[in-house]
């Protein structure tokens, strides 16, 4: 009989809306939304090990910005797992936070997905994708998608989910101008919207085709989300200006941006030059799609 591990890790992958519709809002409270979501190879890492009680201990860059308040949504994962399977929550969990907070890029949610395939595998539930996706649709908007952690059409409130297979590989760079931005706030400033019904591209492999489906489209937050913290302009500006960038925009609520880059070699060259040019930014050089590291 095969021995169960005594721990395991997840990684939690940030969430990128390379674009994002809003809607009207519905009935329950919430927006219809249409977004192109992907992932990038930088984000938070979780470690799972058997215990006698659920706990949680954060670490990292920006485990001072999380806290540890009740509903965080790593343990609030556990528990609906729990729930769900009819079991006791029993877990050590640490979470190392690489990404910022409330940043647009699905920290959070990609943490309770992480959790719940995790612990999934952790307490040998067995449950399939489709399962921990109904568990997800319980915690957030985002998290559903980052169960996946997959290149994704996104619906609804975020619940429709197509994967879409492979995208084009591109170089990205990821900065964060130091603000936090309440999506609650920002939908709320939310004046102009761009409509729905938007239909996913064929080509998504094709770099080009992937580039001139993305100016077709808008990230309709990015406006009140400026407006609320007009750094985000900053970032986008200075992104616009940095040499071999082919597309940028915010991604999510805001006020993480991103830049995609013609080449790695540009994509270095920004990271590098935007680091040391603004201290005070999270910048970060990644890549989307593709495969390898």
Known sequence: MPTRPEGLGAFAPAKINLFLHVGDKRADGFHDLESLVVFARTGDELHFERAPALSLKVVGPFASKLGLEPDNLVLRAARALCAEAGIEATAKITLTKNLPVASGIGGGSADAAATLKGLNELWDLGLSQEGLFEVAAQLGSDVPVCVASEPAWMEGRGERIMLLGKVARLPIVLVNPGVAVPTGKVFAALNERRGMGVEPPEALDDPGALLAFLESTTNDLEAPAK??????????????????????????SGATCFALFADDDAADRAAATLAERFPAWWVMRSQIGGAGP
Do not use: H, N, T, Y
């Open 227 to 252: 407006a609320l913290a007009p750094e985000i302009g900053d970032a986008l500006s200075v992104l616009a200006a940095s040499p071999g960038v082919v597309f940028c925009r915010m991604s999510g």
